[in-house]
């Protein structure tokens, strides 16, 4: 998911909206090109065929280099128009496209444009419900991949794992598509169908179809799970609007209890709000240090917990897997790098970036990434992931047989029982 900031961690994804970066951003791609190869027309408007593009009269950045000639993108755009097979052409689809284009050249990951259409369905999924098949997806070694499927949806269910590559959606295959291109293909109307190809690395077999019968995703994003054994058992799923509340009742019902320990599971939680993350750990650390923010080298921001500090001293284990990406790990990190949770379980996603989302004036947007983010021990996040203190990997039979061997260590260091080796 989507760092959010309000500021929000796309869910990993943070939104600032800084609007003179959007004016620029808009002006310096029209004005430029309008610049080079269209000022005959007087620096007002450009049509082409019946449709007037406006916009352009604005001047190039200065630091633009001077080998950059946008007369060859109206050159293109012309033999476009002419040459092409299938007329008339949409323009909207060629503008777009260039943008689209534009921001693909930089090739990061989270770095992306949406047209109108993307944008609003990537606000509604922020909305913590819509349909679909309820997994987190994101970019892994270059290939799309399941970052995590949310719990009790269409795509747990079907056996989705964490680290899954999705090779193909309906039979297209997604080598060379942006997260949101898959997203975009992979969500649909309830009760409709979708077909991905998997390929699991760590199974001997070939790729193979799972199919999905898509549906309402209705996040919850707190739960405790109960035990009678005195340790209290909280799951954070996803970092959105509505956990901080959830999560501050659970506390005060868990301190009530005075427990022996707290496990907090992490597990396949892909991040979100960076406000909710620095409340979660701000129970633990108060209103130290959580996350650094670096830009181009330099560190511009240390940001603080929030929390109340009513878990401080209690023993703490913090459950993470392949799936725990973003808002999870910033948590996670933090913790570990003071000493007061020991973090067991499998290495994490390694999605420590932060991104601006920027609304433009026709509906569409784009998502930058401005900064990553490191620990308070200024450990990189981002691509590398954390390493637990213990680190346990469950094995295909332990799925097959119900066994969570990472929980059950948990509750062996929180019982004071030597680990099993």
């Given amino acids: 998911m989507p760092l959010f900031h309000e500021r929000k961690t796309e869910k990993s994804l943070v939104y600032i909206v800084p609007f003179l970066v959007v004016g620029l951003i808009f002006g310096i791609f029209i004005g430029r090109m309008w610049g080079a190869s269209a000022a005959s027309s007087g620096g007002a408007t450009f049509a082409s065929g019946t449709t007037k593009i406006s916009g352009i009269g604005q001047s190039p950045p200065r630091d633009i280099a001077q080998t950059v000639e946008f007369k060859q993108f109206w050159e293109v755009w012309r033999l476009l128009e002419d040459k092409f097979y299938r007329q008339p052409i949409e323009q909207d689809q060629l503008f777009y496209g260039a943008l689209r284009g534009l921001v693909a050249g930089l090739d990061d990951p989270y770095t992306s444009f949406f047209d109108p259409?993307?944008?609003?369905?990537?606000?509604?999924?922020?909305?913590?419900?819509?349909?679909?098949?309820?997994?987190?997806?994101?970019?892994?070694?270059?290939?799309?991949?399941?970052?995590?499927?949310?719990?009790?949806?269409?795509?747990?269910?079907?056996?989705?794992?964490?680290?899954?590559?999705?090779?193909?959606?309906?039979?297209?295959?997604?080598?060379?598509?942006?997260?949101?291109?898959?997203?975009?293909?992979?969500?649909?109307?309830?009760?409709?169908?979708?077909?991905?190809?998997?390929?699991?690395?760590?199974?001997?077999?070939?790729?193979?179809?799972?199919?999905?019968?898509?549906?309402e995703i209705k996040l919850v994003s707190v739960r405790n799970i109960p035990r009678d054994d005195g340790i209290e058992h909280i799951l954070?799923?996803?970092?959105?609007?509505?956990?901080?509340?959830?999560?501050?009742?659970?506390?005060?019902?868990?301190?009530?209890?005075?427990?022996?320990?707290?496990?907090l599971d992490l597990r396949n939680n892909p991040g979100g709000f960076l406000e909710v993350a620095l409340y979660v750990a701000g129970e633990w650390v108060g209103d130290d240090v959580i996350v650094k923010e670096r830009r181009q080298g330099v560190i511009f921001s240390e940001l603080n917990g929030t929390g109340r500090n009513r878990l401080r001293g209690i023993p703490t284990?913090?459950?993470?897997?392949?799936?725990?990406?973003?808002?999870?790990?910033?948590?996670?990190?933090?913790l570990q790098d003071y000493g007061v949770a020991t973090i067991v379980g499998a290495q994490t996603f390694g999605k420590g970036s932060v991104q601006d989302y920027i609304n433009l004036d026709d509906g569409s947007a784009v998502k930058i990434t401005i900064a990553e983010?490191?620990?308070?021990?200024?450990?990189?996040?981002?691509?590398?992931?954390?390493?637990?203190?213990?680190?346990?990997?469950?094995?295909?039979?332990?799925?097959e047989e119900g066994k969570d061997i990472q929980l059950e260590e948990a509750v062996k260091i929180l019982s004071g029982e030597e680990r099993q080796r």
């Fill in 373 to 399: 983010w490191l620990t308070p021990n200024e450990r990189v996040i981002n691509e590398v992931g954390l390493t637990p203190d213990v680190v346990i990997e469950p094995t295909e039979q332990d799925y």
């Fill in 236 to 263: 954070v799923s996803s970092f959105n609007a509505d956990t901080r509340e959830s999560f501050s009742a659970l506390v005060d019902e868990a301190v009530a209890k005075n427990p022996k320990g707290i496990i």
């Fill in 117 to 215: 259409k993307d944008a609003e369905d990537f606000q509604i999924s922020l909305d913590g419900k819509f349909s679909g098949i309820g997994a987190e997806i994101g970019m892994k070694d270059g290939r799309i991949s399941v970052v995590a499927p949310l719990p009790e949806t269409p795509a747990e269910r079907a056996g989705l794992k964490p680290g899954d590559m999705i090779i193909s959606v309906n039979g297209e295959e997604t080598n060379g598509w942006s997260i949101e291109q898959a997203v975009s293909k992979i969500r649909g109307e309830q009760g409709t169908e979708v077909v991905l190809g998997i390929f699991r690395s760590d199974m001997e077999l070939p790729p193979f179809d799972v199919t999905i019968i898509r549906d």
């Fill in 317 to 334: 284990v913090v459950l993470v897997n392949a799936g725990s990406a973003s808002a999870s790990e910033i948590v996670a990190g933090a």
